[in-house]
């Protein structure tokens, strides 16, 4: 039996008032981080061979179905990262997966308030270190700062269809980097005693600044990301079998897990100490580390997502130095928040032949959970240190 979940009708007659579907994702957008972009630089754009009467309304209905060049140019798409309704320049073209210092001196991130996923996991030294998927970077002028690859994140963004931008790598992830399939953006050529690294296009892709010391002062632009997709010939448009990640709640419908009340979560991270407070009149989860309200650089706004996921993840160490091999194949526990509940299941690989494959998240019953319309942060858990977990 379907584990019982409040669904709330909570959007739908306002969004019929409203009358198009630019007005209707405006209003859904409201339940997440307060900010809202609204940049009309053109950053990657649509080839519109369509009919001009065709419909935002019939765009979005389509989804993932129809092909970036048969978009009119005023066409949304469901977003593959929020479930949202997104402008089609976006929502058909490939996510960036890029690597942010997490560490107190590189705080606070600029940008990483427009990213639609965010991933942390720990590295060396019980650091945490932070993967955030943009699919609209239009304009963005300052995104970091860009550090340095661990495998188990190249794995992460392959699930999305995403192309990895990281400055520098351990050395374990050398084979990852360098195999076909993979798409990154690196900012180091070489690396001592491992040779050639995959995905480096020129000194001018990433820049650094003068107010904080290096390693913790390598930013990427919009320019810098479209000049390296240029420079490589990277292919721009999700793959034509990508349907995406989750599984969205209808714009009419908010999932309430019943498990129980969850207002204060904390992933139990020993060096920044984060947790997330629900703001139910609001209705998302902010963000806080280090003692205090996490906030992006460029806006000084504090990050607030709808969904949190905790993905716990077997893994031992590779070496005497830290470094970590984190198990992204085998499965584990799962725990989903949103709206102030939660409830605990599993997840695995949907196809365990493909290791890049998405990780799907189950409920008690099996069911594939769905994730309401939103940001979503997924922490990665090792499985040895669940007991840290704390929900209030």
């Not at 009309?40 to 060049?69: I, K, N, R």
């Not at 992830?173 to 993979?182: C, F, P, R, V």
């Not at 102030?340 to 019953?365: H, I, L, M, Q």
Request: charged share 25%.
């Amino acid at each position: 039996m379907n584990r019982l979940k409040t669904r709330l009708l909570v959007t739908a007659a306002a969004i019929a008032v409203l009358g198009t579907s630019a007005q209707a994702a405006e209003l859904v957008q409201k339940d997440d981080a307060p900010v809202t972009r609204t940049d009309s630089l053109a950053g990657l754009s649509v080839d519109s061979s369509s009919d001009s009467s065709e419909t935002a309304e019939t765009a979005a209905a389509e989804e993932s179905s129809t092909e970036a060049e048969s978009l009119a140019p005023d066409a949304q798409v469901r977003s593959k990262l929020t479930g949202r309704l997104v402008d089609a320049e976006v929502g058909t073209k490939r996510p960036m997966a890029i690597m942010l210092n997490n560490i107190y001196d590189a705080c606070p991130q600029a940008g990483i308030e427009e990213a639609g996923i965010v991933y942390e996991a720990p590295v060396e030294g019980g650091l945490t270190r932070l993967m955030g998927i943009f699919e609209d970077y239009r304009g963005m002028e300052k995104i970091g700062s860009v550090r340095s690859c661990r495998d188990y994140y190249i794995d992460f963004a392959k699930e999305f269809d995403a192309v990895y931008i990281h400055y520098g790598q351990a050395v374990y992830a050398m084979n990852k980097l360098n195999a076909e399939g993979t798409d990154n953006i690196s900012g180091l050529q070489y690396q001592d005693q491992a040779g050639a690294v995959s995905g480096y296009f020129g000194e001018d892709i990433f820049y650094r600044t003068s107010d904080r010391p290096a390693p913790h002062n390598v930013y990427i632009s919009e320019e810098g990301i479209k000049t390296a997709m240029e420079r490589n010939g990277y292919r721009t448009d999700y793959e034509d079998d990508f349907t995406g990640h989750y599984k969205f709640a209808a714009d009419d419908e908010t999932i309430v897990p019943d498990e129980g009340t969850a207002t204060v979560i904390r992933p139990g991270y020993s060096v920044n100490k984060p947790w997330f407070e629900y703001n139910a009149e609001a209705g998302y989860y902010n963000r806080f580390q280090y003692g205090e309200a996490q906030i992006d650089q460029n806006t000084n706004d504090q990050l607030a997502v709808t969904n949190i996921i905790f993905q716990v993840c077997q893994w031992q160490n590779y070496d005497d130095h830290g470094y970590l091999n984190i198990d992204t194949q085998s499965g584990g526990d799962m725990y989903y928040f949103t709206k102030g509940g939660y409830e605990k299941g599993t997840w695995k690989k949907e196809d365990p032949e493909n290791p890049d494959s998405r990780a799907v998240y189950y409920d008690a019953d099996g069911n594939e959970i769905t994730l309401n319309q939103g940001r979503t942060w997924v922490c990665i858990i090792q499985d040895s240190y669940e007991d840290n977990i704390v929900i209030e």
